[in-house]
């Protein structure tokens, strides 16, 4: 617990730093709340000062506004059943001083407009699928249930899916595939919608179609100003559009995502596990795999090192994009002597249950990333390392840590240059990108200090040698990323320069910057890494 108490407590002071937002009038925020038919002078809470106890002044207008079936106090069962749904344990540790769920947008335009008038911060939850505290439950404020922004919905000749934030990726590829189509998402069932979407999105089809978060074609968005809906495409506020694709939470909560679509089809792929004695032939299958994805991208992998039951192990999985067995593109990855292979043919839904399956709630988690150059004697060195280190939480319970690789390949790269380009700040001709990503899992606050220093202390001395050897790259992955790293700085100080402009026009007042202090915030990271 000490750790969520100075998380927190880092959190509140970061926010009081950066100072509430200079908001609107409390006149225009009245008449903005009285054109969504709410009358403040007839709700007794609003009336006085709003900014004493303010968070429990916005939860009691909002159960004047809407009733206690959509406001859910926090002396209930319905409230401890929520909290206790996310994913990681210190989201789940959190506790708001309410949970509002809206049914329509025009609910969430009404919410942000009384934080405005009341000063009460609040987060979002879509998936709940974060591993920090803070990231979509509000310590004190309203956390924003999307739980029941759920619709599917096609268009006539089924090109695009309208999709809300209520959804989990499994709900997604089930109700497309009734239809024979689906969307480039998530790659496990439980991950919600939004999170992914705003941050970049790896699917099992990217090689393809890219990252998600290219594949939108236009967001529906709530203004901070006075709470209109805005749509953000290639066409209709187009610098808003840019920023949502890769900048997060800090320009307006996303109430619809309408999605590209591409014909459905069986997958074929699973998981291939091999002995430490095969690492060099796993990783240059890795490298081979990378560097070919122009000539077949149907092939999509990743590769976790990992010690499990006190045996070094790299589990990689391995998914080809139509229903062929033993593709030549994965010719090294099958020449290389393996543990076991789960290799199936399956849909893109049960693909993902069975993701989903292997991933346990209620754990302490981390997320931690960065990329670098690709290269595959560099690549040996890192596994070297990361066995080397692993011994270090071999006394928390249950502690289990992986290193995985990924590769933003050559077609992924080109694909984020369409539609005037995504924030993320990649560059096609540095490609490919080993992107390396350690999950770390484990049972109890007091392991927190220890797994956090060894990932740290890891990437602190892969970044020193991949610059050594001129493999630097500063990208951050955002839903990769942990609670002490600053994403935004990694996109590059011009796209930086330009998520701030776009975001003091969308929003002067930087409500989505201080109201909403939880994830990765245009100026810092979650917290401050006192590592």
Not at 398 to 424: C, V
Not at 453 to 468: G, P
Not at 494 to 502: C, E, F, R, S, V
């Amino acid at each position: 617990m000490k750790f969520l108490k100075e998380t927190v407590l880092a959190v509140c002071a970061a926010t009081q730093a950066l100072a509430l937002p200079s908001q609107a009038p409390p006149g225009e925020i009245q008449t903005a709340l009285a054109n969504l038919g709410v009358d403040v002078a007839t709700i007794p809470q609003l009336s006085g000062n709003p900014t004493e106890n303010g968070c429990q002044i916005a939860c009691n207008a909002l159960s004047h506004i809407h009733g206690s079936e959509k406001v859910i106090a926090n002396n209930t069962t319905a409230y401890q059943s929520i909290t206790h749904s996310y994913w990681s344990a210190q989201q789940g540790e959190v506790k708001p001083a309410c949970i509002f769920a809206p049914t329509v947008d025009t609910d969430v335009s009404i919410v942000i407009l009384l934080s405005q008038l009341t000063q009460c911060p609040f987060a979002a939850k879509s998936g709940g699928h974060a591993a920090f505290s803070g990231a979509s439950n509000s310590q004190g404020g309203i956390t924003i249930l999307f739980r029941d922004l759920n619709e599917i919905t096609l268009n006539e000749d089924r090109s695009v899916a309208s999709i809300g934030p209520g959804n989990n990726w499994g709900q997604v590829y089930k109700a497309l595939e009734r239809h024979d189509v689906t969307v480039v998402g998530g790659r496990m069932s439980d991950i919600g919608v939004g999170g992914l979407l705003t941050g970049g999105g790896i699917s099992y089809c990217s090689n393809l179609y890219g990252w998600a978060l290219d594949n939108v074609e236009s967001f529906e968005v709530v203004s901070a100003i006075d709470g209109n809906i805005l749509t953000a495409s290639a066409t209709q506020h187009p610098d808003l559009y840019w920023a949502l694709r890769g900048g997060g939470n800090n320009f307006g909560l996303v109430t619809k995502f309408n999605l590209y679509t591409f014909p459905g089809s069986l997958l074929r792929g699973g998981t291939r596990v091999f002995s430490e004695d095969q690492f060099s032939n796993v990783i240059s299958a890795f490298v081979d795999v990378a560097e070919k994805a122009n000539d077949d991208p149907n092939a999509q992998q990743y590769v976790m090192f990992a010690n499990l039951g006190g045996t070094n192990v790299a589990s990689a999985e391995l998914t080809y994009a139509q229903n062929v067995s033993n593709p030549a593109i994965f010719e090294t990855y099958h020449a290389t002597p393996a543990i076991s292979d789960s290799t199936s043919s399956r849909t893109m839904s049960q693909y993902a249950d069975d993701g989903a399956a292997q991933d346990p709630y209620g754990m302490r988690d981390v997320f931690w990333n960065r990329s670098y150059k690709l290269d595959e004697d560099f690549a040996n060195w890192v596994v070297k390392l990361w066995l080397a280190v692993l011994p270090r939480i071999s006394s928390i319970s249950n502690a289990m840590a992986g290193l995985t690789f990924q590769a933003i390949t050559d077609p992924i790269l080109e694909k984020m240059t369409r539609a005037g380009g995504n924030a993320l700040g990649l560059d096609e001709s540095n490609g490919p990108i080993l992107l390396l990503h350690v999950l770390g899992m484990w049972n109890g606050a007091s392991g927190d200090d220890a797994i956090y220093r060894l990932i740290n202390d890891f990437f602190a001395n892969v970044t020193a040698e991949a610059d050594s050897r001129g493999l630097g790259n500063k990208f951050i992955y955002m839903n990769y990323a942990s609670h002490v790293q600053d994403v935004i700085a990694s996109y590059g100080a011009d796209n930086k320069a330009k998520l701030q402009k776009i975001a003091s026009k969308y929003d002067p007042a930087g409500v989505y910057q201080t109201l909403q202090p939880g994830h990765f915030k245009l100026t810092r990271s979650p917290v401050p890494n006192p590592y």
